[in-house]
Nanobody, 122 residues
């Protein structure tokens, strides 16, 4: 089994930055891709970013150029550096791990973190 634990969320003013971390434990060798989803109040869970074990990345269009996903395989940790944050980025951010081919649908995810709140004030 794989356990994912997020940290780094908080309250930030519009235009500010936050760095989220997700530490994986357990059978981490089973995770080929890791990434992030987010869920705002009253909305569906939304794909944000993914990174493969080798470093290939994909992003939600609305966060391209503002968010950067990275991965430290030695530490079994994935990061999401978020810059130029806007109120529409406010959501609970969930770390995700794929044991199959990654996808943007939540149903493709094999392991979830508990979520960390990101609130951007205007």
């Amino acid at each position: 089994q794989v356990q994912l634990v997020e940290s780094g969320g908080g309250l930030v003013q519009a235009g500010g930055s936050l760095r989220l971390s997700c530490a994986a434990s357990g059978r981490t060798f089973s995770l080929y891709d890791m990434g992030w989803f987010r869920q705002a109040p009253g909305k569906e869970r939304e794909f944000v970013a993914v990174i493969s074990w080798g470093g290939s990345t994909n992003y939600l269009d609305s966060v391209k150029g503002r968010f950067t996903i990275s991965r430290d395989n030695a530490k079994n940790t994935v990061y999401l550096q978020m810059s130029s944050l806007q109120p529409e980025d406010t959501a609970v951010y969930y770390c995700a791990g794929w044991t199959t081919n990654w996808g943007t649908a939540p149903g493709t995810v094999g392991s979830w973190g508990q979520g960390t709140q990101v609130t951007v004030s205007s």
